[in-house]
């Protein structure tokens, strides 16, 4: 399986990759270091805290590799008047009869408190590729789904300014 990230997506795990390597690693192993020199290893919570911060770093360090290896870059442009990434998407929901608004973005950037969402959510990918005036049904899983409608579509780019996802 592999991830659909943009050249953006990509050179923000870079930037994060050398900074976790060149900047936090030191710092980390050298407080692993310290607190090793507290005495008894079975008693020294520092020093279970800062093997744990090790292994984070690690874990993530391993996860940005790997993403950045087996990414697919995807284009962002799409047609002016069909929902694309980084577009801001007004849709009706029929059920609820009101008007929601969204954003779809890469899956290393969403944010759905911000309603930020991926293209492969539920959501995003009901309406991903669709026009102004488009229909699309929402299946949440096999017992729920709802419908929307598209009402307006505002074209974004990828400005750089989603933070990639940290956890």
Same mark, same amino acid.
């Given at each position: 399986?592999? #991830?659909?990230?943009?050249?953006? #997506?990509?050179?923000?795990?870079?930037?994060? $990759?050398?900074?976790?390597?060149?900047?936090?690693?030191?710092?980390?192993?050298?407080?692993?270091? $310290?607190?090793? /020199?507290?005495? #008894? @290893?079975?008693?020294?919570?520092?020093?279970?805290?800062?093997?744990?911060?090790?292994?984070?770093?690690?874990?993530?360090?391993? %996860? $940005?590799? &790997?993403?950045?290896?087996?990414?697919?870059?995807?284009? =962002?442009?799409?047609?002016?008047?069909?929902?694309?990434?980084?577009?801001?998407?007004?849709?009706?929901?029929?059920?609820?009869?009101?008007?929601?608004?969204?954003?779809?973005?890469?899956?290393?950037?969403? +944010?759905?408190? &911000?309603?930020?969402?991926?293209?492969?959510?539920?959501?995003?990918?009901? @309406?991903?590729?669709?026009?102004?005036? +488009? /229909?699309?049904?929402?299946?949440? +899983? +096999? =017992?729920?789904?709802? &419908?929307?409608?598209?009402?307006?579509?505002?074209?974004?780019?990828? #400005?750089? /300014? $989603?933070?990639?996802?940290? %956890?």
């Amino acid at each position: 399986m592999y #991830d659909e990230l943009t050249k953006v #997506d990509i050179e923000k795990m870079k930037e994060e $990759l050398e900074y976790r390597i060149t900047k936090v690693r030191p710092v980390i192993l050298e407080e692993v270091k $310290l607190t090793r /020199s507290y005495g #008894d @290893l079975s008693e020294n919570a520092e020093y279970h805290a800062a093997k744990r911060e090790r292994g984070k770093n690690e874990s993530r360090i391993r %996860y $940005l590799r &790997n993403m950045i290896k087996t990414a697919v870059i995807i284009d =962002t442009k799409s047609d002016a008047d069909t929902v694309g990434l980084f577009d801001t998407i007004t849709y009706y929901v029929e059920e609820d009869d009101c008007e929601e608004q969204v954003r779809i973005v890469t899956s290393l950037r969403r +944010d759905p408190f &911000n309603k930020i969402i991926s293209k492969e959510s539920p959501l995003g990918s009901a @309406l991903f590729g669709k026009k102004v005036g +488009d /229909s699309a049904c929402v299946k949440i +899983d +096999d =017992t729920y789904s709802y &419908n929307v409608v598209i009402r307006k579509i505002e074209k974004g780019e990828d #400005d750089a /300014s $989603l933070e990639i996802r940290k %956890y």
